[in-house]
């Protein structure tokens, strides 16, 4: 079955940098669609980074200039370089997929299929 396991998070200070991880397994990587999302405690969960099916990526305003999403094919991974973290990026991160190409680039979490139990991410003042 598909699985999507997240590592890679933990507690830094505002300014530092976090790579994380997302390694898929149980389909054909890259015949999926992919994203991060983020979910902070009382707050709904938002996109983070998306690709569409034509491989381009989206990213939400907050994170523009400071997080890239990247891939290893080889490896059936997905990353997201986080760098000048900010306390406000403080959540629990989750890679996603669904194997609809007319989710490809959705912002939808509710339209992706697949997650991963999440990595937690901590920025402190």
């Known amino acids: 079955q598909v699985q999507l396991v997240e590592s890679g998070g933990g507690s830094v200070q505002s300014g530092g940098s976090l790579r994380l991880s997302c390694a898929a397994s149980g389909y054909t990587y890259g015949s999926y669609c992919m994203g991060w999302f983020r979910q902070a405690p009382g707050k709904e969960r938002e996109g983070v980074v998306v690709?569409?099916?034509?491989?381009?990526?989206s990213y939400a305003d907050s994170v523009k200039g400071r997080f890239t999403i990247s891939q290893d094919n080889d490896k059936n991974t997905l990353y997201l370089q986080m760098n000048s973290l900010k306390p406000e990026d403080t959540a629990m991160y989750y890679c996603?997929?669904?194997?609809?190409?007319?989710?490809?680039?959705?912002?939808?979490?509710?339209?992706?299929?697949?997650w991963g139990q999440g990595t937690q991410v901590t920025v402190s003042s």
């Open positions: 996603a997929a669904d194997p609809s190409p007319w989710v490809c680039g959705s912002w939808t979490s509710a339209r992706y299929k697949y």
């Open positions: 690709i569409d099916s034509d491989g381009s990526t």
